[in-house]
């Protein structure tokens, strides 16, 4: 069994290739005073058909990747275990769909803050991957 940890010095915050996958756009949004949980954007691929099995954050609890959807006229989220990730395709992590929240928060978050993320990806040879990103905090009205 291999393990490969790549850690990257982070000098752009918006890409990051840490061998077979590829983050980017990783963004977090500004949240209110006493406001407990963040939602965190992010486009993920990888070279080799994976999966994402975990991320974390020193600044947060737990970070959790969430699915939603409507059942009978309401949006339910629900916590995946891991998220599929097809060779060579991007798959976007956002607002809504798949997203990833991140769970009790140490302080809020305001815009230009960085909120670093290791994201963690197993192959299907059990190798596995970690990627370590610089999410960063845009305000709560800026849209882009
Ligand atoms: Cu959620």
Not at 33 to 38: L, R
Not at 67 to 79: C, F
Request: charged share 20%; net charge positive.
């Amino acid at each position: 069994m291999r393990l490969t940890i790549a850690i990257i010095m982070m000098f752009c915050a918006s890409q990051v290739w840490a061998g077979n996958v590829v983050v980017s756009n990783a963004s977090a949004r500004a949240t209110a005073p006493g406001q407990e949980n963040a939602a965190i954007q992010f486009t993920i691929a990888s070279k080799k058909k994976a999966r994402l099995v975990a991320i974390t954050s020193p600044i947060a609890s737990a970070v959790e990747i969430h699915s939603m959807s409507h059942e009978d006229g309401m949006m339910k989220m629900r916590a995946l275990e891991f998220l599929a990730l097809p060779a060579g395709k991007k798959v976007r992590l956002g607002k809504s769909g798949n997203h990833v929240m991140l769970l009790d928060i140490k302080k809020p978050l305001k815009a230009g803050d960085i909120v670093p993320l290791t994201i963690s990806v197993a192959f299907d040879d059990k190798s596995k991957e970690q990627i370590q990103v610089n999410a960063e905090v845009k305000s709560l009205t800026r849209r882009h």
